[in-house]
Nanobody
Framework: QVRLVESGGGSAQAGGSLRLSCVAS????????MGWFRQAPGKEREGVAS???????TYGDSVKGRFTISRDNAKTTLYLQMNSLKPEDTAMYYC???????????????????WGQGTQVTVSS
């Protein structure tokens, strides 16, 4: 009965911004490590960002300094603010909920047990 539903994807030009949202139901977003992943055609799923129960974030090297992960516990929502977008950011973006209070120092798909359906982000040059 846990559901994660992403929204906010769309098209942007290089240098622009998008804000992704992930609304959780039957799940408390502050109770476990939460993460954002992305997958482009022909590529493996890549960890983008994670946030632990204390609000400490971790970012993949490719997005560090440009993306910000956050939560709104009252709205049961996870966010990903994406600034300074690049064409290489084009992908399907997924939010995910982990099975632990903790996040690792790296972002791995195997640490997450619940997944959303994804929202498409397309960045043009």
């Amino acid at each position: 009965q846990v559901r994660l539903v992403e929204s906010g994807g769309g098209s942007a030009q290089a240098g622009g911004s998008l804000r992704l949202s992930c609304v959780a139901s039957a799940f408390t977003v502050s109770s476990a490590c939460m993460g954002w992943f992305r997958q482009a055609p022909g590529k493996e799923r890549e960890g983008v960002a994670s946030i632990d129960i204390y609000g400490a974030p971790t970012y993949g090297d490719s997005v560090k300094g440009r993306f910000t992960i956050s939560r709104d516990n009252a709205k049961t929502t996870l966010y990903l603010q994406m600034n300074s977008l690049k064409p290489e950011d084009t992908a399907m973006y997924y939010c995910a909920a982990g099975s632990s209070f903790w996040c690792r120092s790296y972002i791995a798909t195997s640490d997450y047990m619940y997944w959303g359906q994804g929202t498409q982000v397309t960045v043009s040059s």
